[in-house]
């Protein structure tokens, strides 16, 4: 499977999860089923409930298993601007460029993990 931003070959990162990543933009692609088991695990609430704003006008890559266009959500704080790109049609993810470091999948779902608390924190301190 290609990754939508450089269309090159992703590759597969063993465990349980389906997480694949892009050993040239950092990339990850997951599956939103398993991500929400993550997030569920690390005391998150599901991914509908952690806000994010669609962008409409966003240049995004098409999932590369069903051939559309990634629809792209905007979340994180002012400063720190995070955003993901997701499937529609099969409910592929699409996280870009926060993860160099995750070689292996427990390393991965920390820094998932990580990035859904940073996406969420806006929707967090404006709930206070
Ligand atoms: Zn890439
Ligand atoms: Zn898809």
Redesign the pocket.
Known sequence: MD?P??N?EMVDLEGEMTLRK?G??G?LWVDVADLNRELLHANLPGLESLGGKVDANALTGQCPECQVDLVRVDGGARQHPLHYDTCESCGGMFLESEFRDAMDQQTAKQEIVEFFREFSAKKRSAAL
Do not use: L, N, Q, R
Request: hydrophobic residues 10%; aromatic residues 0%; negative net charge.
């Open positions: 990754c931003g450089c090159v892009c040239e933009c990339g």
